[in-house]
């Protein structure tokens, strides 16, 4: 194997999803602390901890204690050259969640051991499972209280219709957590708590070993040796075909916070997952070992740095290998152009790079060129990859700015805010942009375009509730626009357009929808939009 085939086939790409709170950024930074990236694991609790997570940068981030952009970081473990993607899990996620995905090659799903299967991790899941991509599930907070493990798998199966295979098995929880079963050795990994440093303690015995009862106790024994025979005899066999399809996911149970199992997650989870996967280009696939470079944008993130008013475009690497001074084909600009000062990110820590190969994340300086789901290749190739399809909102507010004499300032930010995807603005129909109406998947973003808006280009906006909760992209039988007195509309109905000329309709429920499409026969409805902003 070469070392160009030997450099690409040691990468491993992954996102990882979860609910609020349940632990994902905790998990991330002891996945970094293993590999040597950080020292020491932040505190991602409260305002008041001057410690704030590696990967959350901005600072509305770090005053709540919660991620709401996604964050990127690398870092190499036992020969791997591992790319996490950090999605945001508060509720209030944004689109931007579900376009991070389109870039991994497989997710990582926290889950809460007292909660188990929440609201956001359905919808984050069906991402995946559109992308038919292998999902791995770490059950976190063993050290607290937790739910049943049967039932919790159960849940697992029913609420997201996949199969699991549970990797190994808790045994106890909270105070009495001692550690996990693995099912394929045949020994227990006892854990003892080291106060969160890079290695938690863990010593391996056999289930038959006679120092086993003075270890865990004879009950947590006999309960472990009552559940491995009911797991043997009533769960899925394990199919690492059917896991790396999306079909079965591999469960393991563990603590972040206290290091319990982490490691084990991590060496199991590099073993079953795949090299940097194929993506599509139309009728063309676009293989990881092709020589030729090309990458696709699926991220932009304007004022990283507030003082140098920078933009950065987040590049997944599909094939080949990039170079520092490359010069590369924009399939949407029409031109070949230099990337400028190519990075890689730790959250808000760059390094400038010299290369990179299929299945890395890299950022690249913008100035204003590119957009989510643009195609960049070597000279002398021209295919587009498939969109990113854009997500429909479900929150809509009419907004302006409270200062008149700074329109130029706020459509100049809803604009560039726009084009990294974390809003969608539309306008109603030769209004121009008098009315700008803002939709976003979740509220928090609300949040962030205000404060965004106050620092990065100081304005103050004024903000009112629009009573629609759905979207649907609409496309007339001859392709032409629709006009709005043609149309058959309810009251709770809104005829609007992006800005880059789409027509979409505003719903206040999904009645309405129905409704509008069957008085509208000529009419096509699309739930995403093809491509991204």
């Known amino acids: ?56 940068w901005m600072e509305i981030e770090k005053q709540r204690g919660i991620s709401v952009t996604s964050s990127v970081m690398q870092f190499q473990y036992e020969g791997f050259c591992i790319n996490i993607l950090d999605t945001p899990g508060h509720q209030d996620f944004s689109e931007d969640t579900y376009r991070t995905l389109m870039a991994a090659d497989s997710a990582v799903m926290v889950i809460d051991a007292a909660k188990g299967v929440e609201a956001q991790t359905r919808k984050l899941f069906k991402v995946c499972a559109m992308r038919d991509i292998p999902i791995f599930t770490f059950i976190n907070k063993m050290d607290r209280e937790a739910r049943d493990p ?69 009950r947590l024994r006999q309960q472990l040796a009552d559940d491995i025979e009911l797991l043997d005899g009533a769960a899925a066999e394990f199919n690492l075909d059917r896991v790396r399809h999306g079909k079965l996911s591999p469960v393991f149970f563990g603590s972040a916070l206290t290091n319990f199992g982490v490691e084990p997650f991590l060496e199991e989870f590099l073993r079953m997952t795949t090299a940097p996967l194929p993506r599509q280009a139309g009728e063309l696939t676009v293989d990881r070992m092709d020589s030729a470079f090309s990458a696709f944008v699926f991220k932009i993130q304007a004022n990283m740095n507030k003082a140098h008013r920078d933009r950065i475009a987040f590049l997944r690497v599909v094939s080949g290998r990039f170079d520092a001074d490359q010069e590369v084909y ?26 990179a190969y299929a299945g890395d994340i890299i950022g690249v300086f913008d100035p204003g060129i590119f957009s989510i789901g643009d195609t960049l290749c070597a000279p002398g190739k021209n295919f587009r990859f498939d969109p990113i399809p854009t997500f429909a909102p479900e929150h809509f507010r009419r907004v302006r700015s409270l200062d008149t004499m ?29 009315e700008v109406i803002v939709g976003v998947v979740g509220t928090l973003q609300f949040d962030v375009l205000e404060y965004r808006l106050k620092n990065e280009y100081n304005v103050e906006l004024y903000m009112e ?21 043609d149309l058959i509309l309810g009251t709770d109905v809104k005829l609007v357009e992006d800005y880059k000329g789409n027509q979409l309709l505003l719903f206040g429920s999904q009645w309405a929808v129905g409704w509008t499409q069957e008085r509208n026969p000529k009419l096509s409805f699309h739930e995403f939009g093809g491509a991204a902003l």
Not at 33 to 42: D, F, K, M, N, R
Not at 476 to 485: H, I, N, R
């Open 330 to 355: 924009h399939v949407q600009g029409g031109k070949k152009i230099r990337l400028s000062r190519p990075q890689q990110l730790m959250a808000a820590e760059r390094e400038i790079i010299e290369e």
């Open 150 to 218: 049967f039932e919790l798998c159960e849940e697992l199966e029913h609420e997201l219709g996949i199969e699991t295979y549970p990797v190994n098995w808790p045994i106890g929880c909270g105070k009495e957590f001692q550690g996990v079963y693995d099912r394929s050795r045949g020994e227990i990994i006892h854990f003892t708590s080291n106060g969160g440093s890079k290695a938690a303690t863990a010593t391996q015995v056999r289930l038959d070993d006679p120092g086993l009862d003075g270890l865990i106790g004879q």
């Open 1 to 56: 194997m070469s070392n160009y085939e030997s450099e690409i086939s040691r990468r491993r790409t992954f996102a990882i999803i979860s609910h609020p709170d349940a632990g994902k950024t905790t998990l991330t930074e002891k996945f970094l602390l293993y590999g040597g990236a950080i020292a020491q694991a932040g505190a991602v609790k409260g305002k008041k901890n001057a410690r704030a997570a590696t990967s959350d």
């Open 406 to 434: 700074k329109r130029k300032q706020f459509l100049k930010g809803m604009e560039q805010i726009a084009q990294e995807g974390a809003i969608q603005i539309f306008k109603t129909p030769y209004t121009g942009m008098e």
């Open 465 to 485: 509730g629009l009573p629609y909760e759905y979207l649907r992209w609409i496309t007339a039988e001859d392709g032409e626009s629709v006009k709005e007195e």
